[in-house]
T-cell receptor, first 111, second 114 residues
Framework: QKEVEQNSGPLSVPEGAIASLNCTYSDRGSQSFFWYRQYSGKSPELIMFIYSNGDKEDGRFTAQLNKASQYVSLLIRDSQPSDSATYLCAAYESGYSTLTFGKGTMLLVSP | KAGVTQTPRYLIKTRGQQVTLSCSPISGHRSVSWYQQTPGQGLQFLFEYFSETQRNKGNFPGRFSGRQFSNSRSEMNVSTLELGDSALYLC???FGTGDGNTIYFGEGSWLTVV
């Protein structure tokens, strides 16, 4: 069974710090990895996705992928209180056109 | 550019009834997927449609069904509702299905079964 594991948190960081969110996956067939942010009572909002080993940067966000270790991470630089949300990691397998989600990590950024 | 549109946003149904949820994907997107989100199980895949064909189905009972129309709009139906079907139902759309395709979610339909 395909699994995506995330620490449920909460991960607490002060404003301006770097938040590091981690995710591991079990299925080596997974090819792309997505990070979504979900505020309470709202739907998931796409932050970014990555499918090549290494780093991918978009503004304050950097996704890192290590396929050999089956590990994905999301770094948020200069964290803001508005970043407080649940962050969902998802593995995508194009052959099945499905996203397998982790349970999410709650991030709390204190002013 | 309009996003993924789901209707209705909120609904309350009684056990045993059926419900139909609708999803209009982003213009030009041909793949539509449905997910169920509950506090206990998180986000779980229901099914995926591409060009009116269901290509993959998650581990849900046959009471859950769906379809896609020629304009890529999709509907899902849940028959004989149970209390455990109370959840946020999310539709996701993407242009294609290969790597590199961004997948966007709609705002969801909140279903409460009483």
């Amino acid at each position: 069974q395909k699994e995506v594991e995330q620490n449920s948190g909460p991960l607490s960081v002060p404003e301006g710090a770097i938040a590091s969110l981690n995710c591991t996956y079990s299925d080596r067939g997974s090819q792309s990895f997505f990070w979504y942010r979900q505020y309470s009572g709202k739907s998931p909002e796409l932050i970014m996705f990555i499918y090549s080993n290494g780093d991918k940067e978009d503004g304050r966000f950097t996704a890192q992928l290590n396929k050999a270790s089956q590990y994905v991470s999301l770094l948020i630089r200069d964290s803001q209180p508005s970043d407080s949300a649940t962050y969902l990691c998802a593995a995508y397998e194009s052959g099945y056109s499905t996203l397998t989600f982790g349970k999410g990590t709650m991030l709390l950024v204190s002013p | 550019k309009a996003g993924v549109t789901q209707t209705p946003r909120y609904l309350i149904k009684t056990r045993g009834q059926q419900v139909t949820l609708s999803c209009s994907p982003i213009s030009g997107h041909r793949s539509v997927s449905w997910y169920q989100q509950t506090p206990g199980q998180g986000l779980q895949f229901l099914f995926e449609y591409f060009s009116e064909t269901q290509r993959n189905k998650g581990n849900f009972p046959g009471r859950f069904s769906g379809r896609q129309f020629s304009n890529s709009r999709s509907e899902m139906n849940v028959s004989t509702l149970e209390l455990g079907d109370s959840a946020l139902y999310l539709c996701a759309s993407s242009f294609g299905t290969g790597d590199g395709n961004t997948i966007y979610f709609g705002e969801g339909s909140w279903l409460t079964v009483v």
